[in-house]
């Protein structure tokens, strides 16, 4: 039942309902985290774009 659960992105209410808001109709998405993994295939892409975003805003 735990995952059942949504947040609100405006507002930040939780509801069970999985297209939008009841209170101000505003799209909902999980409030859980990703499940954390040592054995992540995806972590070296991931570092790279994350060194390579801080690169452009240390230029603006």
Same mark, same amino acid.
């Given at each position: 039942? #735990?995952? @059942? @659960? ?9 509801? @069970? ?5 009841? $209170?101000?109709?505003?799209? #909902?998405? =999980? ?5 954390? =993994? &040592? ?7 991931? @570092?790279? &774009? $994350? ?10």
């Amino acid at each position: 039942m #735990v995952w @059942l @659960l949504k947040k609100c992105e405006r507002c930040g209410s939780y509801t @069970l309902h999985e297209d939008a808001c009841p $209170k101000c109709g505003g799209p #909902v998405k =999980s409030p859980h985290p990703a499940k954390f =993994s &040592m054995d992540d295939k995806y972590r070296r892409y991931r @570092l790279i &774009m $994350k060194r390579m975003s801080e690169k452009t805003e240390d230029t603006i």
